[in-house]
T-cell receptor, first 114, second 111 residues
């Protein structure tokens, strides 16, 4: 299965801890997108990355959130000092080089902050 | 940020009925897409539309890209229980800009 792989599927963190979410794009896809979904809500764009570059981070909160997509390895979304309001489903998607097609989404990481 | 207006918010229908949902925006989009999300999973692409006026089918699903480029609709004919889920519209304004999503239409099918 060469789909978008996200891990972990579920993550529980205490307030103040760090959360690290991983995403491996589909084979041959070099564009990665992170979205956040709150209960009963649609998906809100957070950040768009290509290998070693952040292309658009207009949806990222200014503090505590960061993302990277290194030359080797998965894309990482990091949330420092988590708060209850960070509890949500975080989805990663990828698209081919041309980027004109729809995205392929992973199954998401459900973050719960207690 | 930019948000698409999707309606209805939820629908309860009898098995075998047809379903229609739509999405509107105050801005022009160059691409419209429709996704379906089932519980505990990520959205799955159903139909992609790239040209104003385009009408595209995928089995019992039909979607159209509005002439004004500010709207799109999705029809599901002869609904079945496995159609249950949340349907999202998504649009892209240009080039490789990120997709913007609607809030979804929650579809329930009563057998």
């Amino acid at each position: 299965n060469a789909g978008v792989m996200q891990n972990p599927r579920h993550l529980v963190r205490r307030r103040g801890q760090e959360a690290r979410l991983r995403c491996s794009p589909m084979k041959g896809h070099s564009h990665v997108y992170w979205y956040r979904q709150l209960p009963e809500e649609g998906l809100k764009f957070m950040v768009y990355l290509q290998k070693e570059n952040i292309i658009d981070e207009s949806g990222m909160p200014k503090e505590r959130f960061s993302a990277e997509f290194p030359k080797e390895g998965p894309s990482i979304l990091r949330i420092q000092q988590v708060v209850r309001g960070d509890s949500a489903a975080y989805f990663c998607a990828s698209s081919p080089v041309e980027g004109i097609e729809g995205y392929t989404f992973g199954s998401g990481t459900r973050l719960t902050v207690v | 940020g930019q948000q698409l207006n999707q309606s209805p918010q939820s629908m309860f229908i009898q098995e075998g009925e047809d379903v229609s949902m739509n999405c509107t925006s105050s801005s022009i989009f160059n691409t419209w897409l429709w996704y379906k999300q089932e519980p505990g999973e990520g959205p799955v692409l159903l139909i992609a539309l790239y040209k104003a006026g385009e009408l595209t089918s995928n089995g019992r699903l039909t979607a159209q890209f509005g002439i004004t480029r500010k709207d799109s609709f999705l029809n599901i004919s002869a609904s079945i229980p496995s159609d249950v889920g949340i349907y999202f519209c998504a649009g892209r304004r240009s080039g490789n800009t990120p997709l913007v999503f609607g809030k979804g239409t929650r579809l329930s099918v009563i057998a």
